[in-house]
């Protein structure tokens, strides 16, 4: 399978192809070293594999819009400037540099650390508790479990391109925008994710 890296550019060269669909900003930054990684991940008790991503992009911003979907604010991004982006976005991935995920305790007992600043208000965080495989919550004013590891959030975000509000079925059973999903994605269905989540409970 290619790697992280050449799948969001493939899924960032999708939406600058599409001709309802706008690609806002797309940046990638440099691999973290391999003496950050460890450093990382002895301090969050997991092997250097969890880390993988980082290994490949030290952060990661992807930000869209469809036609006139203004769905999310996309001032307060950790991959591009204030005010370098115009308006609103339908779409934000935003995955963090491994340095300011350490920085970004979202819970008292440090160990839910953000990984994904897709939304000023929340975002995704992974729980650095020294469980084998960490698993992401999506948090605003509390966290709710997807029931995913790393790797699956990531599969989880190329398969929807950090669409607005992904996540919904996966605590609450059903699409935010179920109209949305089906005009910008008209193949992808409930199942597709929940494979995803599947394979993230089998790796625990």
């Known amino acids: 399978m290619p790697g992280y890296v050449n799948r969001f550019?493939?899924?960032?060269?999708?939406?600058?192809?599409a001709s309802s669909q706008s690609l806002l900003a797309f940046k990638v930054n440099k691999p973290a070293s391999s003496s950050l990684i460890r450093k990382m991940a002895a301090?969050?008790?997991?092997?250097?594999?969890?880390?993988?991503?980082?290994?490949?992009?030290d952060g990661?911003?992807?930000?869209?819009?469809h036609e006139d979907r203004e769905e999310m604010d996309a001032g307060?991004?950790?991959?591009?400037?204030?005010?370098?982006?115009?308006?609103?976005?339908?779409?934000?991935?935003?995955?963090?540099?491994?340095?300011?995920i350490a920085e970004c305790c979202e819970d008292a007992?440090?160990?839910?650390?953000?990984?994904?600043?897709?939304?000023?208000?929340?975002?995704?965080a992974a729980k650095f508790d020294g469980a084998?495989?960490?698993?992401?919550?999506y948090f605003d004013d509390e966290p709710h479990a997807l029931k995913v590891d790393i790797?699956?959030?990531?599969?989880?975000?190329?398969?929807?391109?950090?669409?607005?509000?992904?996540?919904?079925?996966l605590y609450e059973g059903s699409w935010y925008d179920k109209d949305l999903v089906k005009e910008v994605f008209p193949t992808l269905k409930l199942a597709d994710l929940k494979q995803i989540v599947k394979a993230s409970q089998e790796r625990r």
Not at 9 to 17: D, H, L, R
Not at 60 to 65: A, E, I
Not at 132 to 137: E, M, S, W
Not at 158 to 166: F, M, P
Request: hydrophobic residues 45%.
């Open 9 to 17: 550019e493939a899924v960032a060269k999708s939406i600058e192809q």
């Open 43 to 57: 301090q969050w008790k997991v092997d250097s594999e969890i880390l993988g991503f980082w290994a490949e992009a």
């Open 60 to 65: 990661l911003t992807l930000v869209w819009r």
């Open 76 to 100: 307060s991004l950790f991959g591009v400037e204030f005010g370098e982006i115009e308006g609103a976005a339908t779409g934000i991935v935003d995955l963090m540099p491994l340095a300011k």
């Open 109 to 124: 007992d440090e160990s839910l650390y953000r990984i994904d600043n897709h939304q000023p208000e929340g975002g995704a």
């Open 132 to 137: 084998r495989n960490p698993q992401v919550f």
């Open 151 to 169: 790797a699956g959030y990531l599969e989880l975000v190329l398969l929807t391109a950090g669409i607005a509000q992904w996540f919904s079925p």
